[in-house]
T-cell receptor
Framework: GEDVEQSLFLSVREGDSSVINCTYT??????LYWYKQEPGAGLQLLTY?????DMKQDQRLTVLLNKKDKHLSLRIADTQTGDSAIYFC??????????FGAGTTVTVRA | DTGVSQDPRHKITKRGQNVTFRCDPI?????LYWYRQTLGQGPEFLTY????????KSRLLSDRFSAERPKGSFSTLEIQRTEQGDSAMYLC????????????FGPGTRLLVL
């Protein structure tokens, strides 16, 4: 959606860290989400963060939230070939509707 | 529970025909959502149900589109008089109303209108 912006492409070497960035506009968003989509498949929820948090870590995933700048990032440690996919940032505009960015295509090279 | 399921996974139809898609949410989830995703874009919200009540419809949902959830469980999305511009992936998601509104998505139905 036009209210959520992401860079379109990211290329990373296997074993390195990936950082995917997202900016959003709705300051009233309660939750912010990261979803992963593999070719021809639906969306897989990776992680989410509540708007009053700054950071959330879940195994190889680290989410950072800068609420002042409305900036969200997803860091994937030790990136693997199976991490190649499209990653979507989404904000919860209300308690029922998600607004998605256009997605960041992550390519992991050997 | 096997998650959200959608049927069919793929549909090819001719312009002007009607199509219907089905979504079965996670069994204890009372909220169900429909999104549309076109190539190179993120999903766009179409409509959502809380139990059997349709509470919100996007302006993207023209009068050719209708969605139902008659018993508060599965839902159907019907498109009448399909147009080539309706070609997209139609995604269904469900959630449990509460403190953490986490939506879980199905695999989607890919529609191609010729």
């Amino acid at each position: 959606g036009e209210d959520v912006e992401q860079s379109l492409f990211l290329s990373v070497r296997e074993g390195d860290s990936s950082v995917i960035n997202c900016t959003y506009t709705d300051s009233s968003s309660t939750y912010l989400y990261w979803y992963k989509q593999e070719p021809g498949a639906g969306l897989q929820l990776l992680t989410y963060i509540f708007s009053n948090m700054d950071m959330k870590q879940d195994q190889r995933l680290t989410v950072l939230l800068n609420k002042k700048d409305k900036h969200l990032s997803l860091r994937i440690a030790d990136t693997q070939t199976g991490d190649s996919a499209i990653y979507f940032c989404a904000e919860g505009e209300s308690d029922y509707k998600l607004s998605f960015g256009a997605g960041t295509t992550v390519t992991v090279r050997a | 529970d096997t998650g959200v399921s959608q049927d069919p996974r793929h549909k090819i139809t001719k312009r002007g025909q009607n199509v219907t898609f089905r979504c079965d949410p996670i069994s204890e989830h009372n909220r169900l959502y429909w999104y549309r995703q076109t190539l190179g874009q993120g999903p766009e919200f179409l409509t959502y149900f809380q139990n059997e009540a349709q509470l919100e419809k996007s302006r993207l949902l023209s009068d050719r589109f209708s969605a139902e959830r008659p018993k508060g469980s599965f839902s159907t999305l019907e498109i009448q008089r399909t147009e080539q511009g309706d070609s997209a992936m139609y995604l269904c998601a469900s959630s449990l109303q509460g403190a953490e509104e986490t939506q879980y998505f199905g695999p989607g139905t890919r529609l191609l209108v010729l």
